[in-house]
């Protein structure tokens, strides 16, 4: 982050100082007092199960100059706000905004923004591999790693900017109408990209309308002038090319032939990786560039993250062929989405547990059925789809039925919560032990030790708050298959 003084961050954050106003922040921001350093602002936030208050004197002590803080703390220097998260966002907007200004001399960074109800993560992981030869190297980009896309996470990865950014790629969550827009303020997007619109949150949404109309809060944030890249395969998504504002250019991505960015010929080998012919039509031109792309990523859907991390890229001056053999390049990056480990007792893990809704349930096992393909056994480990209100027991029942219908052969369903996936598999075939329910984490690793056996492929597939991230590192760990049979 760029330095700041005490009475800087007072300014920003509209609070109220009690420390030397000279005292001057040279560190990270940090909302964990572990990760406390010389020079580091510490943002004491309030939670459900412990107080960031409690651990200032900690963070102080390891180093850090400065505390955000919603009351006085004796003898620490603290900065004084109503709501610390909100002032958060405050100062990670003021310190984008001195760096785009330009007034330090620095380079202006170009900010990227992704959201959407699946691909996010991915996206900017592709973005990040995309970008970081044009920006002259690491240090000049800032991709955060995992999901930093909240009101916490996203302020967070902003104030890592300095004035050698020269990208800001960021992703942008929701589970609430205005999230977007919130997240926009803080940092408007020279580049705005909506992926996809879905049912995840939907509980919390209400509609699928609802989700949409947030989806869309991107469209209307980005900076005067700025690009707009969305999917031509989504109706809803591209229908909000109308909330642009004027001057705003929106380029659209696709296997559609109306796309300025399209995927053509797409195959999928029997790895479940996907190549396609990159075709492009830029703006006012007739002539089209193609390239071929052969991607590393694990799944058929990645195509359409693939499509538009390129019409990102190729807005921001990278070409067509370069563009084409980075994303060939390309490899995951964030755990548990579609992680393949191949075990050296034969057995191929799939761990994509990070998140879940029906339409990533739906591709995930499309994927374990075409990687596994006729001479494989295939394992799909599935716990619950957190979020989706009064739709959760058809979403789920729904999920059990395609199982069936891809003839996964065996069909693992973990927790309470995600019963209903069992349901629907036993109703839609005559299933006898092909689904099994188990009512833990523990209950589901010890049967797939002692009944994974070389050549099965297993995919393992929740929402995170299901917990099937500990499965699936589990399952990902390399063992031999004489361990496998202790």
Same mark, same amino acid.
């Given at each position: 982050?760029?330095?700041?003084?005490?009475?800087?961050?007072?300014?920003?954050?509209?609070?109220?100082?009690?420390?030397?106003?000279?005292?001057?922040?040279?560190?990270?921001?940090?909302?964990?007092?572990?990760?406390?350093?010389?020079?580091?602002?510490?943002?004491?936030?309030?939670?459900?199960?412990?107080?960031?208050?409690?651990?200032?004197?900690?963070?102080?002590?390891?180093?850090?100059?400065?505390?955000?803080?919603?009351?006085?703390?004796?003898?620490?220097?603290?900065?004084?706000?109503?709501?610390?998260?909100?002032?958060?966002?405050?100062?990670?907007?003021?310190?984008?905004?001195?760096?785009?200004?330009?007034?330090?001399?620095?380079?202006?960074?170009?900010?990227?923004?992704?959201?959407?109800?699946?691909?996010?993560?991915?996206?900017?992981?592709?973005?990040?591999?995309?970008?970081?030869?044009?920006?002259?190297?690491?240090?000049?980009? %800032?991709?955060?790693?995992?999901?930093?896309?909240?009101?916490?996470?996203?302020?967070?990865?902003?104030?890592?900017?300095?004035?050698?950014?020269?990208?800001?790629?960021?992703?942008?969550?929701?589970?609430?109408?205005?999230? *977007?827009?919130?997240?926009?303020?803080?940092?408007?997007?020279?580049?705005?990209?909506?992926?996809?619109?879905?049912?995840?949150?939907?509980?919390?949404?209400?509609?699928?309308?609802? %989700?949409?109309?947030?989806?869309?809060?991107?469209?209307?944030?980005?900076?005067?002038?700025?690009?707009?890249?969305?999917?031509?395969?989504?109706? /809803?998504?591209?229908?909000?090319?109308?909330?642009?504002?004027?001057?705003?250019?929106?380029?659209?991505?696709?296997?559609?032939?109306?796309?300025?960015? /399209?995927?053509?010929?797409?195959?999928?080998?029997?790895?479940?990786?996907?190549?396609?012919?990159?075709?492009?039509?830029?703006?006012?031109?007739?002539?089209?560039?193609?390239?071929?792309?052969?991607?590393?990523?694990?799944?058929?859907?990645?195509?359409?993250?693939?499509?538009?991390?390129?019409?990102?890229?190729? /807005?921001?001056?990278?070409?067509?062929?370069?563009?084409?053999?980075?994303?060939?390049?390309?490899?995951?990056?964030?755990?548990?989405?579609?992680?393949?480990?191949?075990?050296?007792?034969?057995?191929?893990? *799939?761990?994509?547990?990070?998140?879940?809704?029906?339409?990533?349930?739906?591709?995930?096992?499309?994927?374990?059925?075409?990687?596994?393909?006729?001479?494989?056994?295939?394992?799909?480990?599935?716990?619950?789809?957190?979020?989706?209100?009064?739709?959760?027991?058809?979403?789920?029942?729904?999920?059990? /039925?395609?199982?069936?219908?891809?003839?996964?052969?065996?069909?693992?369903?973990?927790?309470?919560?995600?019963?209903?996936?069992?349901?629907?598999?036993?109703?839609?075939?005559?299933?006898?032990?092909?689904? %099994?329910?188990?009512?833990d984490i523990a209950a589901a690793r010890s049967m797939l030790d002692e009944s994974l056996e070389p050549g099965d492929v297993v995919l393992v597939k929740s929402s995170l708050g299901a917990g099937?991230?500990?499965?699936?590192?589990?399952?990902? *760990?390399?063992?031999?298959?004489?361990?496998?049979?202790?």
């Open positions: 982050m760029i330095e700041l003084t005490a009475a800087q961050v007072a300014a920003a954050t509209g609070g109220r100082l009690h420390a030397d106003p000279d005292v001057t922040v040279t560190g990270a921001v940090i909302v964990d007092s572990r990760d406390a350093g010389p020079g580091a602002l510490f943002v004491a936030l309030p939670g459900e199960r412990v107080d960031g208050h409690d651990f200032a004197a900690t963070a102080v002590a390891a180093g850090a100059a400065l505390v955000l803080a919603s009351r006085e703390l004796d003898g620490l220097p603290t900065v004084v706000v109503d709501d610390p998260q909100a002032a958060l966002g405050e100062l990670a907007r003021y310190v984008l905004a001195t760096v785009r200004s330009g007034s330090d001399g620095g380079v202006v960074p170009q900010v990227v923004a992704v959201t959407g109800s699946v691909g996010k993560t991915t996206t900017k992981d592709l973005l990040g591999q995309l970008l970081t030869p044009a920006a002259g190297g690491e240090d000049a980009i %800032i991709v955060p790693k995992g999901s930093f896309n909240n009101e916490i996470g996203l302020p967070l990865t902003v104030l890592r900017v300095t004035a050698a950014t020269r990208y800001l790629v960021l992703e942008m969550g929701a589970d609430r109408v205005g999230n *977007i827009a919130y997240l926009t303020r803080i940092a408007p997007p020279d580049v705005g990209v909506v992926l996809a619109v879905g049912v995840a949150h939907v509980g919390h949404f209400g509609s699928v309308e609802a %989700i949409a109309q947030t989806k869309g809060e991107m469209v209307e944030g980005v900076v005067e002038g700025g690009s707009v890249v969305l999917n031509a395969d989504d109706l /809803r998504v591209v229908a909000m090319a109308n909330r642009a504002a004027p001057g705003t250019t929106v380029q659209t991505f696709g296997t559609i032939p109306s796309a300025d960015v /399209r995927a053509e010929d797409v195959t999928v080998d029997p790895m479940g990786r996907a190549s396609f012919t990159l075709r492009v039509t830029r703006a006012g031109e007739t002539d089209e560039q193609r390239a071929d792309v052969a991607l590393q990523l694990v799944g058929a859907h990645h195509v359409s993250n693939a499509l538009a991390a390129a019409t990102v890229a190729l /807005r921001l001056g990278v070409t067509v062929p370069d563009v084409a053999k980075r994303l060939s390049e390309a490899t995951a990056l964030s755990p548990h989405r579609m992680a393949v480990t191949e075990r050296p007792d034969g057995v191929t893990v *799939i761990d994509d547990a990070y998140n879940a809704n029906p339409d990533s349930m739906k591709a995930a096992l499309r994927t374990l059925a075409v990687v596994s393909g006729r001479t494989r056994r295939s394992v799909a480990v599935l716990g619950e789809m957190l979020e989706l209100g009064d739709g959760a027991r058809a979403a789920h029942d729904e999920i059990g /039925r395609l199982v069936v219908r891809l003839n996964i052969k065996q069909l693992i369903v973990v927790g309470e919560g995600a019963y209903h996936i069992h349901e629907g598999a036993m109703q839609e075939g005559s299933w006898g032990s092909e689904s %099994i329910f188990v009512p099937l991230t500990e499965l699936g590192d589990h399952l990902s *760990i390399a063992r031999t298959t004489e361990d496998n049979n202790k």
